[in-house]
Protein backbone atom coordinates (compact mmCIF):
# COMPACT_ATOMS: atom_id res chain seq x y z
CA UNK A 1 0.00 0.00 0.00
CA UNK A 2 1.42 3.51 -1.21
CA UNK A 3 0.02 6.45 0.82
CA UNK A 4 1.05 9.87 -0.06
CA UNK A 5 0.50 13.29 2.06
CA UNK A 6 -0.27 16.61 0.00
CA UNK A 7 -1.16 20.23 0.27
CA UNK A 8 0.75 23.87 0.70
CA UNK A 9 3.33 25.15 3.17
CA UNK A 10 2.01 24.98 7.14
CA UNK A 11 -0.20 22.24 6.77
CA UNK A 12 1.35 19.92 8.88
CA UNK A 13 1.91 17.20 6.57
CA UNK A 14 5.47 15.86 7.89
CA UNK A 15 3.72 15.49 11.32
CA UNK A 16 0.33 13.84 10.25
CA UNK A 17 2.59 11.50 7.99
CA UNK A 18 4.34 10.63 10.85
CA UNK A 19 1.24 10.09 13.21
CA UNK A 20 0.09 8.06 10.31
CA UNK A 21 2.80 5.27 10.16
CA UNK A 22 3.08 5.25 14.31
CA UNK A 23 -0.38 4.17 14.13
CA UNK A 24 0.23 1.60 11.21
CA UNK A 25 3.17 0.49 12.85
CA UNK A 26 0.82 -0.29 16.44
CA UNK A 27 -1.55 -1.91 14.27
CA UNK A 28 1.25 -4.51 13.13
CA UNK A 29 2.45 -3.33 9.62
CA UNK A 30 5.66 -2.52 8.43
CA UNK A 31 5.90 0.83 7.32
CA UNK A 32 8.17 2.99 5.43
CA UNK A 33 7.92 6.93 5.81
CA UNK A 34 9.73 8.88 3.85
CA UNK A 35 9.48 12.40 1.57
CA UNK A 36 9.87 14.43 -1.39
CA UNK A 37 12.19 15.79 -3.00
CA UNK A 38 14.44 13.58 -1.12
CA UNK A 39 13.90 10.12 0.01
CA UNK A 40 17.00 8.51 -1.51
CA UNK A 41 21.11 9.73 -1.32
CA UNK A 42 21.01 11.28 -4.82
CA UNK A 43 17.34 13.08 -4.30
CA UNK A 44 18.68 14.51 -0.94
CA UNK A 45 21.38 15.93 -3.10
CA UNK A 46 18.70 17.53 -5.28
CA UNK A 47 16.44 18.87 -2.63
CA UNK A 48 19.15 21.00 -1.24
CA UNK A 49 19.81 22.58 -4.97
CA UNK A 50 16.18 22.74 -5.23
CA UNK A 51 15.16 24.61 -1.88
CA UNK A 52 18.10 26.71 -2.43
CA UNK A 53 17.57 30.60 -2.76
CA UNK A 54 20.88 30.76 -4.22
CA UNK A 55 19.75 28.65 -7.68
CA UNK A 56 16.57 30.55 -9.92
CA UNK A 57 15.65 27.49 -12.38
CA UNK A 58 13.67 27.65 -15.06
CA UNK A 59 10.32 25.82 -15.26
CA UNK A 60 10.61 23.36 -16.94
CA UNK A 61 14.16 22.38 -15.54
CA UNK A 62 12.55 22.91 -12.61
CA UNK A 63 9.88 19.95 -13.37
CA UNK A 64 12.62 17.42 -14.73
CA UNK A 65 14.70 18.02 -11.19
CA UNK A 66 11.50 17.19 -9.30
CA UNK A 67 11.18 14.10 -11.47
CA UNK A 68 14.53 12.95 -11.55
CA UNK A 69 14.99 13.43 -7.72
CA UNK A 70 11.56 11.21 -7.59
CA UNK A 71 12.75 8.34 -10.00
CA UNK A 72 15.83 8.20 -7.95
CA UNK A 73 13.61 7.98 -4.90
CA UNK A 74 10.96 5.33 -7.00
CA UNK A 75 13.60 3.06 -7.90
CA UNK A 76 15.67 2.79 -4.92
CA UNK A 77 13.13 3.58 -1.35
CA UNK A 78 9.91 3.37 -3.02
CA UNK A 79 10.02 0.09 -4.98
CA UNK A 80 11.98 -1.86 -2.88
CA UNK A 81 9.80 -1.35 0.44
CA UNK A 82 6.44 -2.13 -1.72
CA UNK A 83 8.21 -5.00 -3.19
CA UNK A 84 8.97 -6.26 0.67
CA UNK A 85 5.32 -5.95 1.28
CA UNK A 86 5.61 -2.78 3.57
CA UNK A 87 3.40 0.31 3.70
CA UNK A 88 5.08 3.17 2.11
CA UNK A 89 3.64 6.69 3.79
CA UNK A 90 5.16 10.06 1.65
CA UNK A 91 5.25 13.32 2.53
CA UNK A 92 4.42 14.95 -0.97
CA UNK A 93 4.82 12.88 -4.39
CA UNK A 94 4.06 13.69 -7.89
CA UNK A 95 0.71 15.88 -7.18
CA UNK A 96 3.34 18.59 -5.72
CA UNK A 97 5.00 18.95 -9.10
CA UNK A 98 1.58 19.28 -10.55
CA UNK A 99 0.35 22.13 -8.12
CA UNK A 100 3.66 23.78 -7.44
CA UNK A 101 5.72 23.72 -10.75
CA UNK A 102 2.31 23.97 -12.98
CA UNK A 103 -0.14 25.51 -11.20
CA UNK A 104 1.76 28.10 -9.05
CA UNK A 105 4.79 28.54 -11.76
CA UNK A 106 3.19 27.88 -14.77
CA UNK A 107 5.27 25.38 -16.12
CA UNK A 108 3.75 23.03 -18.84
CA UNK A 109 1.09 21.26 -17.30
CA UNK A 110 0.76 18.26 -19.95
CA UNK A 111 4.47 17.78 -19.29
CA UNK A 112 4.18 17.19 -15.57
CA UNK A 113 1.12 15.15 -16.81
CA UNK A 114 3.48 13.14 -19.24
CA UNK A 115 6.26 12.49 -16.69
CA UNK A 116 4.12 11.22 -14.06
CA UNK A 117 2.41 8.58 -15.96
CA UNK A 118 5.67 7.67 -16.62
CA UNK A 119 6.25 7.01 -13.11
CA UNK A 120 5.93 3.47 -12.50
CA UNK A 121 4.16 3.44 -8.52
CA UNK A 122 1.29 5.33 -8.24
CA UNK A 123 -0.42 6.12 -5.15
CA UNK A 124 -3.54 4.20 -3.80
CA UNK A 125 -4.57 7.01 -1.85
CA UNK A 126 -3.46 10.92 -1.35
CA UNK A 127 -4.58 12.70 1.49
CA UNK A 128 -4.41 16.26 0.28
CA UNK A 129 -4.46 18.43 3.57
CA UNK A 130 -6.59 21.62 2.87
CA UNK A 131 -5.30 24.56 5.31
CA UNK A 132 -6.92 28.34 5.55
CA UNK A 133 -3.83 30.49 4.25
CA UNK A 134 -4.51 32.46 8.11
CA UNK A 135 -3.74 29.05 9.79
CA UNK A 136 -0.77 28.30 7.56
CA UNK A 137 0.87 31.74 8.02
CA UNK A 138 0.65 31.50 11.78
CA UNK A 139 2.34 27.54 12.00
CA UNK A 140 4.83 29.04 9.39
CA UNK A 141 5.90 31.83 11.56
CA UNK A 142 6.23 29.46 14.51
CA UNK A 143 8.66 27.48 13.13
CA UNK A 144 10.88 30.45 12.89
CA UNK A 145 13.53 28.94 10.44
CA UNK A 146 14.71 30.10 7.59
CA UNK A 147 11.90 30.15 4.36
CA UNK A 148 13.25 28.09 1.68
CA UNK A 149 12.65 28.88 -2.14
CA UNK A 150 8.95 27.92 -2.20
CA UNK A 151 8.26 29.07 1.42
CA UNK A 152 9.94 32.33 0.24
CA UNK A 153 7.09 32.90 -2.67
CA UNK A 154 4.67 35.45 -2.25
CA UNK A 155 0.96 34.62 -1.48
CA UNK A 156 -0.43 34.56 -4.96
CA UNK A 157 1.99 31.63 -6.01
CA UNK A 158 0.65 29.45 -3.16
CA UNK A 159 -2.60 30.59 -3.36
CA UNK A 160 -2.64 28.86 -7.12
CA UNK A 161 -0.89 26.03 -5.47
CA UNK A 162 -3.89 25.53 -3.84
CA UNK A 163 -6.10 25.99 -6.06
CA UNK A 164 -3.74 23.31 -7.80
CA UNK A 165 -4.19 21.03 -4.95
CA UNK A 166 -7.82 21.68 -5.09
CA UNK A 167 -8.22 20.51 -8.99
CA UNK A 168 -6.10 17.64 -8.72
CA UNK A 169 -8.08 16.20 -6.00
CA UNK A 170 -11.63 16.86 -7.60
CA UNK A 171 -10.44 15.59 -10.90
CA UNK A 172 -9.27 11.67 -9.25
CA UNK A 173 -11.40 11.29 -6.05
CA UNK A 174 -10.97 7.95 -6.13
CA UNK A 175 -7.56 8.33 -5.41
CA UNK A 176 -7.39 11.89 -3.42
CA UNK A 177 -9.23 12.53 -0.12
CA UNK A 178 -9.19 16.42 0.87
CA UNK A 179 -8.78 16.83 4.75
CA UNK A 180 -9.75 19.86 6.74
CA UNK A 181 -5.95 20.52 8.21
CA UNK A 182 -7.01 23.74 9.84
CA UNK A 183 -7.74 22.01 13.28
CA UNK A 184 -5.28 20.57 16.02
CA UNK A 185 -3.49 17.95 15.57
CA UNK A 186 -5.10 15.22 17.09
CA UNK A 187 -8.45 16.51 15.16
CA UNK A 188 -6.66 16.21 12.27
CA UNK A 189 -4.85 12.81 12.71
CA UNK A 190 -8.13 11.46 13.57
CA UNK A 191 -9.76 12.71 10.43
CA UNK A 192 -6.69 11.17 8.54
CA UNK A 193 -7.91 7.53 10.31
CA UNK A 194 -11.05 7.61 9.15
CA UNK A 195 -10.38 8.06 6.02
CA UNK A 196 -7.80 5.32 5.77
CA UNK A 197 -9.98 2.81 7.86
CA UNK A 198 -12.97 4.18 4.69
CA UNK A 199 -10.54 3.42 2.07
CA UNK A 200 -9.15 0.10 3.26
CA UNK A 201 -12.51 -0.68 3.77
CA UNK A 202 -13.76 -0.19 0.65
CA UNK A 203 -10.59 -1.83 -1.05
CA UNK A 204 -11.08 -4.93 1.11
P1 LIG B 1 8.44 20.31 2.31
O1 LIG B 1 8.54 21.72 2.79
O2 LIG B 1 7.07 19.75 2.39
O3 LIG B 1 9.51 19.43 2.85
O4 LIG B 1 8.68 20.35 0.70
C1 LIG B 1 9.72 21.00 0.14
C2 LIG B 1 9.25 22.03 -0.85
O5 LIG B 1 9.36 21.50 -2.18
C3 LIG B 1 7.83 22.52 -0.71
O6 LIG B 1 7.87 23.94 -0.69
C4 LIG B 1 7.13 22.05 -1.96
C5 LIG B 1 8.25 21.88 -2.95
N1 LIG B 1 8.00 20.86 -3.98
C6 LIG B 1 7.77 21.27 -5.29
O7 LIG B 1 7.75 22.46 -5.58
N2 LIG B 1 7.56 20.31 -6.24
C7 LIG B 1 7.60 18.97 -5.97
O8 LIG B 1 7.42 18.14 -6.87
C8 LIG B 1 7.84 18.57 -4.59
C9 LIG B 1 7.89 17.11 -4.25
C10 LIG B 1 8.03 19.54 -3.65
Known amino acids: MFITFEGGEGAGKSTQARLLAEAMTAAGR ?9 GAPGAEV ?12 SPPAEVYLHFAARAEHVARTIQPALARGEVVISDRFADSTMAYQGYGLGADR ?24 AVATGRMAARRQALDRYEAMGIGFHGRVA ?27 RAVLAVVARRRSVAA
Open 46 to 57: LRGLLLSREHDW
Open 110 to 133: ALIAALSRLVPVRPDLTLVLDVSP
Open 163 to 189: AGFAAIAAAEPDRCAVVSADGGVDEVH
Open 30 to 38: TVLCTREPG
